[in-house]
């Protein structure tokens, strides 16, 4: 899958998420374990006052600095990119009220989904919180800023396409003002987060689901479809979509209560959320890692290099970085072994159709997983069968692997390709 994503995404994003990587493991890191080594037995890890620092392994160095570190490249990256964002906000707000009120074609179905919208947010700001006034003053702030993100995120869409929309940027800075509020209103406990979280996700699924929105309606229009029809369909395919993302949550729960938080599962952007949420709450927040982030952020934008890439980069494991990088400097081979610009589109379309098949391929097994451990038992909640180390999983691979380059080499034989 990781290589699938690389080719797809191409080299050039391939090593900016490398270099992070990179940097993160063979500089910061070690740096860190070097003036560590001089510290005193009564010198602990920042965030836990059972670990001595002179005694830490390269695991603790990078979950309780490194990350971050990373996590605070990205939220400075998101930041800029929100300020840089202002005049687009501005300007596409404009031109909206000016198309609402030059009688511009209505949809009912979108003025009725915003009115659940609201009233299901409060509803579930309530339930959650158990107070009307931060559910109220809550559900306001979150409807302001995906109102104007949500503008945004149409208007941007029809310039680059839903693919390279900054959500994330847009929503470290929404998540920002609404828990600097939350934190001036004195709503700093626990369950203050998670409503925060929830308000976040309100702000998120409406931003990513405009640039769908705008997207499905650019075709629409192409084809020549009906736009009230393509609405009705649009808002059946948010309902099932959030229903599913939702039901497996649910499922990945108990594992999420196993591990004590999203760590395991890789969740960048999840756990930076839950990081910044926490630190400005709490008053607790690392300021030396955080000025350090914010300084790379900044170095980077100055040589106008995409921070929040690198910042993945710098959050990810470097074995997670690599297998990427593999699959964006196979593009690259396919791209140069061509020898005209028509076999070039037409083995780098061949190369994303299969990438993109590898990476559906590895969610459709990772559900069928989920589904046999939770309603067949089988998995449980620790390694077992070939995941425990039997060798099974080398077998496994080998067979797969003998059975798919069978198929490719036909393929090839029959033309099919030429890579």
């Known amino acids: 899958m990781l290589v699938g994503i690389g080719f797809i995404v191409g080299l050039d994003t391939s090593l900016n998420l490398f270099a992070g990587s990179f940097i993160a493991s063979f500089a910061i890191v070690p740096l860190i374990a070097y003036f560590a080594d001089f510290a005193g037995s009564g010198v602990t890890v920042w965030n836990n006052s059972a670990l001595s620092m002179n005694s830490v392994g390269i695991g603790v160095i990078s979950g309780n600095y490194v990350r971050y570190i990373g996590a605070d490249m990205m939220l400075c990256g998101g930041l800029i990119g929100a300020i840089r964002l202002i005049p687009t ?53 979150a409807l302001i800023l995906s109102m104007l993100f949500v503008i945004v995120s149409g208007r941007l869409t029809g310039i680059v396409g839903t693919s390279n929309l900054p959500v994330s940027g847009m929503t ?83 594992q999420l209560a196993i591990t004590g938080d999203g760590a395991a599962f890789g969740l960048p952007q999840a756990n930076l959320m839950k990081t910044l949420t926490e630190g400005i709450m709490q008053g607790n927040l690392p300021w030396t890692l955080i000025l350090a982030g914010v300084a790379i952020a ?111 080499l036909r393929l090839k034989k029959e033309g099919v390709y030429n890579a």
């Not at 596409?92 to 979108?110: F, L, M, P, Q, Y």
């Not at 659940?116 to 409060?122: A, H, M, Q, R, Y």
């Not at 003002?177 to 409503?195: C, P, Q, S, V």
């Not at 990476?359 to 909640?381: D, E, H, R, Y």
Request: proline content about 2%; glycine content about 12%; some cysteine.
């Open 298 to 408: 900044l170095f980077l934008f100055v040589l106008k290099l995409p921070i929040m890439t690198i910042a993945v980069g710098f959050y990810l494991p470097i074995a997670t970085t690599s297998a990427v990088l593999l699959g964006g400097l196979a593009s690259f081979v396919v791209s140069k072994a061509a020898k005209t610009n028509e076999e070039r589109e037409a083995q780098l379309s061949n190369g994303v159709s299969l990438s993109a098949g590898l990476v559906a391929g590895t969610a459709i097994i990772g559900l069928i997983g989920i589904i046999m451990q939770v309603f067949v038992g089988i998995g449980g909640n620790g390694p077992s069968g070939f995941a425990a180390g039997n060798g099974m999983a080398y077998v496994i691979a080998i067979v797969l692997f003998g059975t798919i380059l069978p198929i490719l």
């Open 172 to 254: 470290i800075a929404s998540m920002v003002i609404m828990t600097m509020i939350f934190a001036l209103m004195r709503w700093t406990g626990f369950g203050d987060n998670r409503t925060i979280l929830l308000f976040g996700t309100f702000i998120v699924v409406a931003i990513s689901s405009a640039g769908g929105y705008v997207q499905s309606h650019k075709a629409t229009f192409i084809l020549g479809g009906n736009k009230n029809e393509a609405d009705r369909h649009y808002l059946v395919a948010c309902i099932v979509g959030v229903a599913t993302v939702i039901a497996v949550i649910m499922l990945l729960a108990p």
């Open 89 to 141: 906000i501005v300007r596409s707000t404009k031109e909206v009220i000016s198309a609402r009120t030059s009688g511009g074609e209505k949809s009912g179905v979108g003025m009725l989904a915003l009115v659940v919208g609201i009233v299901l947010g409060f509803i579930a700001a309530f339930y959650i919180s158990g107070s009307i006034v931060m559910a109220i003053i809550g559900i306001i702030l």
